[in-house]
């Protein structure tokens, strides 16, 4: 079992990233995700997550900005993140309870 994120990077602010987290040993089908944060010297949060029949859920800081999807053929989770800020600087995780992916790192910044 095993979830592999990538997709982070460097982006200026206002830019966009999308997020993959593949799911290797599951039949995601059946699996609730999620995406957490971690920023230097705060607690790990929930961005976003998505139940096995697809019904989504955001913090309140990218409601409007973000969106969770899965592609279940893929065993592949996205998060495609719009409109960025220095404030969404963090590692980004992938979590399928009750694993983590090793995290990608999304830094905003000019």
């Known amino acids: 079992l095993q979830l592999v994120e990538s997709g982070g990077g460097l982006v200026q602010p206002g830019g966009s990233l999308r997020l993959s987290c593949v799911a290797s040993g599951y039949t995601l089908d059946y699996y609730h995700i999620g995406w957490f944060r971690q920023a230097p010297g705060k607690q790990r949060e929930l961005v976003a997550h998505?139940?096995?029949?697809?019904?989504?859920n955001y913090a309140d800081s990218v409601k409007g900005r973000f969106t969770i999807s899965r592609d279940n053929a893929k065993n592949t989770v996205y998060l495609q993140m719009n409109s960025l800020t220095p404030e969404d600087t963090a590692v980004y995780y992938c979590?399928?309870?009750?694993?983590w992916g090793q995290g990608t790192q999304v830094t905003v910044s000019s």
């Open positions: 998505i139940t096995s029949g697809g019904t989504r």
């Open positions: 979590w399928l309870p009750p694993n």
